[in-house]
């Protein structure tokens, strides 16, 4: 079972992108979600993550200009990003917290230019 996030692109610093991830009900309704990324040359880090009660948390970095939700009817979860800087730029994933390698899935590229 992997996850698979859409929603990136090119983008200007300063704009903005959702970004969606599908999961199946046995994933979605008993698991933390999160959002996680890795930019070029960089390990891949944790942005962001949302539990069942809709409880959120984010990485410092990001605090403030991303918004992590969830939708229980359509089981996706998103990510609002808003005030997008270059060093935004990443391959960005969904995955459970803690992750699990099976749910890996391709990512989706934002890439933020200056």
């Known amino acids: 079972v992997q996850l698979q996030a859409s929603g990136g692109g090119l983008v200007q610093a300063g704009g903005s992108l959702r970004l969606s991830c599908a999961a199946s009900r046995s994933i979605f309704s008993i698991n933390v979600m999160g959002w996680y990324r890795q930019a070029p040359g960089k390990e891949r880090e944790w942005v962001a993550g949302i539990n069942s009660a809709g409880i959120t948390n984010y990485a410092d970095s990001v605090k403030g200009r991303f918004t992590i939700s969830r939708d229980t009817v359509l089981k996706k979860v998103y990510l609002h990003m808003n005030s997008l800087k270059p060093e935004d730029t990443a391959v960005y994933y969904c995955?459970?917290?803690?992750?699990?390698?099976?749910?890996w899935g391709q990512g989706t590229l934002v890439t933020v230019s200056s």
């Open positions: 995955n459970t917290i803690p992750s699990r390698r099976d749910y």
